[in-house]
């Protein structure tokens, strides 16, 4: 069974992956997005967003997903950084999961965009990975993880 | 200047810990070279034709003693005992080894300094006007908003994966010098009908190989919605710039494809969501940042007592009162003087400058400027606030250290990209052209007679160099193999911002200074009295210029 980061553990994944050629994923199964939309019955599928997908057509249907996975094919293309933030304020609180080749070094702003699951394209490195989930433990903005920028929580203002 | 709390210097602690361990996988092939690629960049760390090169960040361009002496020591430790300043303000070694660059960041982090996101996709060191906090045409002080726009960018989670990189300057005078017009992201601080300062709001001009004036999209915003306009901005740009192409990935393609109205748009309405949110700034931490650039401890000078001095100083040692008419300014308190640290000396590249030299400057700077040095994107240093009195011997010692050079903002006051001597991308030299122009100029009382004049150089069309915004740019191009320079005219970074016009067809090293010769005696033939070369050359147009250069060539 693959395996991926989890709040901040190793653990197996019980979805089943993304088939293109299904015409009707089923519950427990992530589905593309265009396959997503056009499904009747939504109840319990997962959807995956690509780097060209925006995830605003998601949004009148956020409370009902259960998964969305925003992918990234290289680890370069930042646009679901984006997508992410953007999901998380229009009010998204399921799982929401990095797929493909993003490295771990990235892990920290994954996190702090809002992921909270991270499924690595090479599965062998997720125990050493961790680590990078805390690179740092303090940090200047605003974020899905830290809701005030520094500069409202710095201790006491200069008079 | 700002003082890093226990917080900032946990997060540059954290980020040296974060590289050392990075580099440590990539050494030992646990990380590959694709993927270390953004991670050392993001590090100030280019690997260049000679050696790798360092960048190292000086936030808006603000420094003081200690700093400086740490930079001289790193120099002498992990470098050739030379440091290079950079025409966005920023500080870089030439000579690093890969291997070193954690224990270097580890030792500028003592000093609260780093080398973070001064290369990469991201959003760049802010910069702003070097006589910022001392200028007498200035409205509002722009380093506290830099500074805030530093801790926001720093380590921002959702925009280190940018199309590409992103350049924030900020101006808050009458004259311009920060060059706002040609940055992703320009602001200008202004005040509105009601006399309240806000921001103007530019965006998408640029250098490069497609340069580019920025096009406003806010006339007015207030302070407060700062940090989340420029989230907004970066969002759009995060989502919607090309990636498809490097060369057509910066912001000021994508306002041009979308048209500066619907750009506008989409960034209105992604402000929708994040406007007065969190990240709203608030009156305390406007003035926490303010609090750091409060007016050092002047001494109470007589004005016009100390002015006659001077003028009797400069009138008993003329060399004196040349440097002080060319390389100093007039201060907005009474007995006080801005002096410029000329790094343009013939022989040497410009914005170079030796350890002895950087620690001499920092003991000049305690002495006589509250321990503060500036850099500019002129490549040059700035001690901002020295006494009237303490001028001579200030001059004497930097004049011995051949820091004394007069020619600030005249024609041998050289921008410099490294170029082909040091730079991987370079298509030619740039470096010789310079020192080339500047050895036939050394008569200097020709070179004031021509009056403002910037002449700035690139080795490639990155145009790290500035060529297109010198009022003569200069641009080597590679013709078969071989290095050739183009010439550009009248350009300029003022608030009449323009790009500068190709000349025609390109020349040879070995011309350059006769071609160069003849646009200046050109000019001095066409000149109207008191008209400076951009004025006549917006005057009489391109023409006269080129019909007398290429004549002689031919
Ligand atoms: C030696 C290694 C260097 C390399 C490989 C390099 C590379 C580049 C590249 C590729 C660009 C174009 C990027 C674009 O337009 O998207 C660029 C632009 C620029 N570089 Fe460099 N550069 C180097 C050194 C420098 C130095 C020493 C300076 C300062 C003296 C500098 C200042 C700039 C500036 C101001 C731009 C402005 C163009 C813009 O932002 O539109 N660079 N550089
Ligand atoms: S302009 Fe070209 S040659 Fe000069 S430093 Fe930039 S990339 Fe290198």
Redesign the interface.
């Known amino acids: 069974m693959p395996r991926l980061i989890k709040d901040g553990a190793v653990i197996d994944d019980r979805w089943q992956p993304i088939d293109l050629d299904s015409d009707a994923p089923r519950a427990g199964q992530i589905a593309s997005l265009e396959q997503w939309l056009n499904l009747a019955d939504k109840a319990g599928t997962g959807v995956q967003l690509e780097?060209a997908e925006?995830p605003d057509t998601l949004f009148p249907h956020l409370h009902e997903i259960a998964l969305i996975v925003i992918n990234f094919p290289v680890?370069?293309?930042?646009?679901g950084?984006?997508?992410a933030?953007?999901l998380r304020?229009?009010g998204y609180r399921g799982e929401l999961r990095a797929g493909g080749h993003f490295?771990r070094?990235?892990l920290?702003?994954?996190r702090?965009?809002g992921f909270d699951a991270f499924q690595m394209a090479d599965e062998s490195g997720l125990e050493a990975a961790l680590a990078s989930l805390s690179?740092?433990?303090?940090?200047?903005?605003?974020?899905e993880d830290q809701?005030?920028?520094?500069?409202?929580r710095?201790a006491e203002?200069?008079s | 200047m700002y003082i890093y709390d226990q917080y900032d210097q946990k997060i540059i602690d954290q980020r040296v810990a974060q590289f050392r361990d990075q580099t440590v996988r990539f050494l030992a092939g646990q990380i590959s070279e694709t993927e270390f690629l953004p991670l050392r960049l993001q590090n100030g760390l280019y690997l260049q034709r000679q050696a790798p090169m360092l960048r190292i960040a000086v936030p808006y361009g603000l420094m003081n003693s200690t700093q400086l002496r740490k930079l001289a020591e790193i120099t002498r430790v992990y470098d050739k005992g030379y440091a290079h300043i950079s025409t966005r303000q920023n500080v870089q070694l030439n000579w690093p080894a890969l291997e070193e660059v954690p224990d270097i960041l580890a030792e500028l982090a003592t000093v609260q300094m780093h080398a973070i996101q001064t290369s990469g996709n991201c959003v760049r060191n802010t910069t702003t006007d070097q006589f910022a906090g001392v200028a007498c045409d200035e409205l509002e002080d722009p380093r506290p908003y830099c500074e805030i726009i530093r801790q926001w960018s720093t380590l921002h989670p959702e925009f280190a994966f940018l199309p590409r990189k992103f350049k924030i300057a900020v101006c808050g005078s009458t004259e311009d010098r920060a060059a706002i017009h040609h940055h992703d992201i320009g602001l200008e601080l202004l005040a509105n009908a009601q006399g309240e300062i806000g921001l103007k709001v530019l965006v998408g001009g640029g250098l490069g190989r497609t340069p580019a004036i920025g096009s406003v999209i806010c006339d007015w915003l207030d302070k407060r919605h700062m940090l989340t306009y420029l989230e907004a901005i970066l969002r759009v740009y995060n989502k919607h710039g090309r990636r498809d192409n490097k060369f057509k990935a910066r912001i000021k393609i994508l306002v041009r494809a979308m048209g500066v109205d619907a750009f506008r748009e989409a960034v209105e309405q992604e402000w929708s969501t994040l406007k007065d949110g969190p990240t709203t700034l608030t009156d305390e931490a406007l003035e926490r940042a303010r609090s750091f650039f409060d007016a050092p401890d002047y001494a109470v000078i007589d004005g016009p007592a100390a002015t006659a001095e001077l003028d009797a100083a400069c009138e008993r040692d003329p060399i004196f009162g040349n440097w002080v008419k060319r390389n100093t300014l007039s201060h907005r308190m009474a007995g006080y003087r801005i002096v410029t640290v000329s790094l343009k000396s013939t022989g040497y590249a410009p914005g170079d400058i030796t350890a002895e030299q950087l620690e001499l400057v920092a003991e000049l700077a305690d002495l006589y400027s509250f321990g503060e040095i500036r850099s500019t994107h002129e490549q040059n240093l700035v001690l901002g606030d020295v006494p009237m009195a303490q001028l001579y011997p200030l001059w004497q010692r930097l004049q011995a250290a051949g820091l004394a050079t007069p020619n600030i903002g005249y024609l041998t006051d050289i921008i410099c990209c490294p170029g082909g001597d040091y730079c991987s991308l370079a298509n030619a030299k740039s470096l010789p052209v310079a020192e080339a122009i500047q050895a036939r100029f050394d008569d200097l009382d020709y070179v004031y007679d021509l009056g403002p004049l910037e002449l700035n150089i690139s080795g490639c069309m990155n145009a790290c160099g500035h060529h297109h915004i010198g009022h003569i740019g200069i641009l080597g191009v590679d013709k078969k193999g071989e290095e050739y320079y183009q010439v550009c005219l009248g350009g300029s970074q003022s608030k009449e911002a323009s790009i500068g016009k190709i000349l025609g067809p390109s020349f040879k090293q070995e011309a350059m200074p006769d071609v160069i010769d003849t646009i200046l005696s050109t000019y001095v033939t066409l000149r109207q009295e008191e008209e400076s070369f951009l004025d006549t050359y917006r005057r009489v147009g391109i023409d006269p210029f080129k019909e007398r250069v290429y004549a002689q060539a031919h």
């Open positions: 780097p925006e680890f370069t293309d930042g646009r950084f984006s997508y933030r953007r304020e229009h490295i070094d990235q920290t702003y994954l702090r965009c690179d740092f433990t303090e940090f200047y903005q605003a974020a809701p005030l920028p520094l500069f409202r710095r203002p200069t």
